[in-house]
């Protein structure tokens, strides 16, 4: 897919209209009549992005950042467990462990 | 830079077009016709007659005059003219060449390269004929077009705003539709279907029986069969389909056409339009089929079209109009330039070709599959000689495809690559291109040897086909410019250039004695 988009000229999550507006670019840079070989290039790269029912979503490849928060609550309750499980004497400790 | 032109070569009219400023214009001869009609014959003397004077002996002398000659291109069909038989190839070539004199007198220079309209569904062998026309006539082509293309790039009135078109292209021979998406200067064909045997001339001998009906039923006596009767009748018929475009109704007039005993018989009978329609109608719904199927091959429906072109002569007949619009409701249906446009539009691709500022980018598709003969999996199990299509129907070209097959039986050493183009499922059923063989394959069990087969399809129609064996990566590869029909050889391209000539040259001889006595007075 990545080449795809560079092959067109454009960045990945072009919409259709952008694909068809760089599409049309790259024709008239690259006619069929003199540049047969870069044209059938541009035209499968052309029909591999049209065919991809929604651009965004579908792009495997695509590096995405990660969005998470932090769950303060959760945070919280990790914290505490936490605290619980430091609290105990090395002889509780020697029992749990043997 | 010599002037560019292009070439509508009609089975009924042909025309010849040029740019000035980017702005493409018909030729017309020296009576400020714009039309050549496509005839050619030859007079008692034997001298050579081209278009409207051919015409005008047709219903004198059938024998001597050829006409719709479009419809044989690409097969063996011979056609005799004096004392000697020409190919399709020959006569569309004196057209083509009468053409190019006239453009030649016209913009005195010299006309070597032209761009030729063909019908959007001609076959591989009809466009290779078409292009060994334009080589007989002395020019090189530059492109074979589509008709129905031609007539897009002319239509102006674009806008950056993709629109989809429906070209329906009814000429005098052939019919094509054509799914159109236009954006800015960039036109885009997305499918095209059509039929190569149905046009106004099969009105017109539709026409024809009628007549012969009609004086059947006046004078209880079949009308004569000779070829001079006949061509008198299909003219008469020709003559009324055209009044039946503006006249409700038209009468025929054939004085003499037999007689009986002594008494000489004569047709007259009128015709409504409403008669004429009867008969066509049947033809013309083949036409409305083609448009679903354009559509279904463009992933389309009816609402997606936005406006429809109409191209051809015979999309003058009202019905035709109707039945159009009848099955498109709500989509503007209008027509420019019906018999113009193709040229024009040749003209106008002639220039992109050869680099004058013409803004005009165009994607055309190819109108039948290519595939090669295969054994594959059926309802049957496994069955030998199924076609396999590496290209399919309304590919963008030009174009590459590849795909592997294996052999079939151990130690199978040898692999025939039979090249088909059609849509039937039996490969024999479709038309054969030429097939080649990669011998010597090292000895291996039943489909452990891939091999590749790559199909090659460029602007001018000419298919490369390439077969590798993976492993040793032997390969044997094959170009197909039509082995079935006899491509000529540039031997017989020079022989028949020569035999046309020398049937031009009586003419011009002629004209330059006259300008010498001019001179010495």
Partial sequence: ?98 | MSKVVGIDLGTTNSLIATLDEGQPWVIPDEDGELLLPSYVGMNEAGKLLVGRSAQRQYAAAPERTVKSIKRQMGTDYRVTLGDSDYSPQEISAILLRSLKQRAEETLEEEITQAVITVPAYFTDAQRQATKEAGEIAGLEVLQILNEPTAAALVFDDRSEITENVLVYDLGGGTFDVSIVEMTGDVTEVLASHGNNRLGGDDFDRQLQRHLADKFRQAHDIETPSDAATQARLLQAAEKAKVALSTNAFTTVREPFLASQGKTALHLETEISRADFESLITPLLKDTIEAIDRALSDAQMETEDIDRVILVGGSTRIPLVQQMVENHLPGISVSSFNPDLCVGLGAALQAGVLSGEAVESILVDVIPHSLGIAAVMETAFGLTPDMFSTIIPRNSVIPTSRSQVYRTSYDRQDIVEIEVYQGENAIARENVPLGSFKIEGLPPKPAGALPIEVHFDFDLNGILTVTATEKGKGQQSSFVVNNAETGRLSSHEVEQSRNAIGSLFDIPAIAFAEEDETAEEE
């Fill in chain 1, 1 to 98: 897919m990545k080449e795809h988009y560079e092959r067109l000229g454009i960045s990945a999550g072009a919409t259709p209209a952008e694909i068809k507006a760089a599409y049309h670019r790259q024709l008239k840079a690259f006619p069929a009549h003199s540049h047969p070989q870069d044209f059938k290039a541009i035209r499968s790269a052309y029909e591999a992005l049209r065919k991809a029912p929604n651009q965004q979503a579908d792009d495997f490849f695509e590096l995405k950042p990660i969005e998470a928060e932090l769950d303060q609550d959760l945070l919280a309750e990790l914290k505490q467990q936490a605290t619980a499980a430091a609290n105990v004497t090395l002889e509780e400790l020697i029992l749990l462990t043997f």
